[in-house]
């Protein structure tokens, strides 16, 4: 499906896309690589194919490319895929193309840095999810378990107890067996 002119606005307006971005409309060409990078078969191929793509866009199109081919290198992956063996090729297709992008630097610093390897974006980033706390009591149990509490409280306050100490400890048993300790201990005033 094609997309309307006016679709097309919008679009690269969400994306951030302004056509003033695009430094040259020059074409892209291996020369341009860092002299110390030798890229072998099938990477130079690689790189040859989409760079050749790239230089036959217009100039929204361009921008729009290399941000969505340096969020694929830059994605991590949940299963490792033959087409993960090519990510450093990938990585200098996004180099050379952030080379015609308005204040890009940053991130051709990190492009340059995948394809040398020495970063790995394929290895998926640990998440920690934060636990949804569940309460196991009902409004109405909390209500009845504040009312069973309240004369022992009572009691233990007249005692001058105002809290318990808990101390636990692990402990070999004679014939080896690890048992667990807890002593639960009264706090004074």
Avoid at 43 to 68: E, F, H, P, Q
Avoid at 76 to 100: K, Q
Wanted: net charge positive.
């Amino acid at each position: 499906m094609k997309m309307t002119e006016e679709q097309l606005k919008h679009y690269y307006a969400t994306r951030g896309i302004v056509a003033t971005d695009l430094l040259s409309t020059d074409a892209i060409d291996l020369s341009e690589l860092p002299p110390d990078v030798q890229l072998g078969e099938p990477n130079r191929s690689i790189v040859v194919s989409i760079t050749g793509s790239w230089n036959g866009l217009n100039t929204m199109s361009k921008i729009d490319a290399a941000k969505s081919l340096e969020e694929r290198v830059l994605r991590p992956r949940r299963r490792p895929s033959i087409l993960d063996a090519h990510v450093d090729a990938e990585a200098w297709c996004v180099w050379l193309m952030l080379g015609r992008i308005r204040g890009t630097e940053a991130r051709r610093e990190v492009m340059e840095k995948v394809g040398r390897g020495e970063i790995d974006p394929t290895i998926p980033r640990t998440t920690r999810r934060a636990r949804k706390v569940v309460d196991p009591l009902t409004p109405q149990q909390r209500q009845e378990a504040a009312v069973f509490l309240a004369p022992i409280d009572a009691r233990l306050k007249a005692r001058g107890i105002t809290g318990v100490t808990r101390e636990t400890r692990r402990e070999r048993t004679a014939d080896g067996e690890l048992v667990t300790i807890h002593h639960i201990r009264p706090t004074h005033n």
